[in-house]
């Protein structure tokens, strides 16, 4: 079945620099993958997603990259803020597994300094 | 996207007796729901899917006796975890399929403490 590696786990940045996570996904079959962001003690909140017939998708200072050949694909956050402190996960759909399942990285604690 | 709630927000109970929580999708109507546990500082792990009108499909390990899921309608699906015990407490969260193939909308998660 599908795995997904996500890095960093933790990801300190001040404010107003830049974050980049990466993940890696193993099924070349996978063709959806989406980001959430989840904060303490809510439930995941889908923040961007993007399908393997597109190569970048944003949304004002969020953006994600996807590398078919590679098979990995990136969340870039720009120009920081401390609201954006949170866990975010990166997914991947399961081609394997039906019912349109989504397999999830182990998630990366981004922490913004003011 | 989609609005998801979910009832309780948090439970506490006696080891031994039965939880049900229930997952309501609010403006959308979900043929596909899923049920993820998550304990603290760890990814979310998928249970079961739950299929309106028909059986649950549940991952493997998990004990579809003691996690029983019921999808009646297209708005609301509960799960009841039975004869809960100490180690199954974590954070409870549904999710549901709307808006494109594959996207999933979640609710804002059950923490359940069982004592």
């Known amino acids: 079945g599908e795995n997904v590696e996500q890095h960093p786990s933790t990801l300190s940045v001040q404010e107003g620099d830049s974050a980049v996570i990466k993940c890696t996904y193993s099924?070349?079959?996978?063709?959806?993958f989406p980001w959430y962001k989840q904060e303490l003690g809510k439930g995941p909140q889908l923040i961007i997603d993007?399908?393997?017939?597109?190569g970048e998708k944003k949304d004002q200072r969020i953006a994600v990259t996807l590398n078919k050949t590679a098979k990995h694909f990136s969340l870039h956050i720009t120009e920081t803020q401390p609201e954006d402190s949170a866990v975010y996960f990166c997914?991947?759909?399961?081609?394997?597994?039906?019912?349109?399942?989504?397999?999830f990285g182990k998630g990366t604690k981004l922490t913004v300094n003011p | 996207g989609a609005v998801v709630s979910q009832h309780p927000s948090r439970v506490i109970c006696k080891s031994g007796t039965s939880v049900k929580i229930e997952c309501r999708s609010l403006?959308?109507?979900?043929?596909?729901m899923f049920w993820y546990r998550q304990f603290p500082k760890q990814s979310l792990m998928l249970m079961a899917t739950?299929?309106?009108?028909?059986?649950?499909?549940?991952e493997q390990g998990v004990e579809k006796d003691k996690f029983l899921i019921n999808h009646a309608s297209l708005t609301l699906s509960t799960l009841t975890v039975t004869s809960a015990h100490p180690e199954d407490s974590s954070f409870y969260i549904c999710?549901?399929?709307?808006?494109?193939?594959?996207?999933?909308?979640f609710g804002p998660g059950t923490r359940l403490l069982v004592l």
């Open positions: 997914a991947a759909s399961d081609p394997q597994g039906g019912s349109e399942k989504l397999v």
């Open positions: 099924d070349s079959a996978s063709n959806y």
């Open positions: 993007i399908r393997s017939n597109v």
């Open positions: 403006d959308f109507q979900a043929t596909t």
């Open positions: 739950s299929n309106e009108g028909s059986k649950a499909t549940y």
């Open positions: 999710s549901l399929q709307g808006g494109g193939p594959e996207t999933q909308y």
